[in-house]
Structure formats: C-alpha cells, structure tokens
C-alpha cells in the first residue's frame, strides 16, 4: 500500500498529528504515512521543545517555507509540496484545521487528483472576514473524508453540500494528545504565584481551573468574555485590567463573596475520549481501497 502524507504546518498541529501517527502505527495492521512539515514555525529550541521532550513523531520531509504572508507562504506550500508527494509515492493527503498549510496543501491534492482527508472539519462562525474561516470552506468543499468533533458540524457541511458519505464524527484528536502529557502540565497554583496571585491556590484545590482564551474575538468585550465564563461555569467576570482584577479578585475573597456555593460538574463533549485517532484510522482503513490505494 501507498502512504498517506500527513502535512503539518504549525505546532499546535504538530501536537494533534502525533496522536493520529501513532493510531496508523497501532493499528493492526498498521497504516503506512509520511509526515510531511512546511517549515512555518521554525525556530529551533521550540522545535527542541515539541519533537525531543514531547516525543513526536520524525519528519519525513521538511518544505522550509520559512515566514511571509498569507499569500507568500501558501504559495511556496504549493510549488514545494507537489514533488514531495511524488518522491512518497502518497496515496491521499491528510490535513488538520484552518491554517494556511492547510488549505495550499489541500489545493495541491485537489489539482492532483490525490483523496484529501480532513480532520477538524466543519466550524463554522459564519464570518467571512476571517482568513481561517475562509480556508475551511475551501478545504471542506474539496476533502473526500471528513472528520468532525463534534455533532453541530455535519449540519454545517450538509448546508454547503457535502453528502453524508463523506462525513465521520471521530471526537477531537486535540484531547488524544492532551491526556497523555497531563503530567507534564505546569501546576496551577505555580501559574498563579508567578503572576502574584499566590492566594488563589486554595481556590485551585477546591476544584477551580486555569483557562486560557487566546482568540481576539473571545476577548475583546467584555459580553463576550463573560459569555465564555459562564460557558465554563466560572459564572461571573471580575476584570478585563490584569491589575485591576488581582485587587478585585482579594476584595472578594476579604468580602467571601467568590464561595457562593454553586457551581457546575464538569463534562467531556461527545467522544471528546482520547481516542478519535483510533476511530480515524480505522475509518480510513475501511475506506482503504480509495485513501491506501496500492
């Protein structure tokens, strides 16, 4: 059988590829892959960091597009990726996400004809004016086999007209790399010392969590943060000022005002179980004759 050539363009996705390497690996029998790297992010101690530490997987090729705009870097994705599929002899092309890797790769595979395998397909914002919601029309609207994490996204495909066939919901590979590292995690009472907030480790141990919201869009008003929070349950904003917020935060801890009493019992989504890579090989071993063609 031909492999499949697993592009990756950025850390996160070198993260979340790991866990689907070593599914094709585990599978019996296993499933032949190439990693292929565009060479974005490429600033050597950080990759120290990912690939020795973190135990990833070796690349097979590396396009070393190196940094650029949207347009310069998906062009050179394009014109280098072309003859490192033909020298790994690829059966079909998997890609991961939104990023600008992901959708040059997508196109490459598209115009040669090659089974294009898509995971975390299916987000929608319904908002044009971002580049990575754009890039997932595209790529969703060219994929053969299309991965899900959650429920919501099928019927986001099926309105732009992707027939059912083609869709799997699989979970999120991003927990399959999360739950294996939980020991590596920094405490997060270290996180809140360092940021002078040495207080809040009793909060932590009675079952309080750190979050992290690092898009724009989530936190540039404070409707929408507030939102957020009490998606995850943390039920009220305190600040949107660092400082302000840490002397917010010791008034009402002073005042007892953060024990209200009511909170919510944390849950996983919907196959959000550590094992959407399993389910992503075996699909595409089922499917072998089009995405492992001999």
Known sequence: MKPIACIVGTRPNDMKMAPIQAAFDAHD????????????????????????????????????????????????IMERL????????????LVLGDVNATV???????NRNLPLIHVETGLRRRERSMPAEVNRILIDAVSDLLFTTERGAAANLAREGVSADRIVFAGNVTID???????RFVKAQATLAAGDCPDAAGQIERGHAVATLHRPSNIEGADSLRRLLEALGTNRLIGTDPAASVDRYRALKAEGALSTGASRTGRRPGLWDGRAANRIASEIWARRSRFLAP
């Open 82 to 93: 072309g003859p490192v599929l033909d020298a790994v002899d690829a059966a079909s092309v």
């Open 29 to 76: 029998p296993s499933i032949p892959h190439r990693r292929v790297h565009t060479g974005q992010h490429d600033d050597t101690a950080m990759e120290r960091v990912f690939f020795e530490a973190l135990g990833l997987p070796t690349r097979h090729a590396n396009l070393a597009v190196g940094a650029g705009t949207h347009a310069v870097r998906t062009a050179r």
């Open 177 to 183: 790399a999360l739950d294996p590292n939980r020991d």
């Open 104 to 110: 040059a790769a997508a196109i490459v595979a598209a």
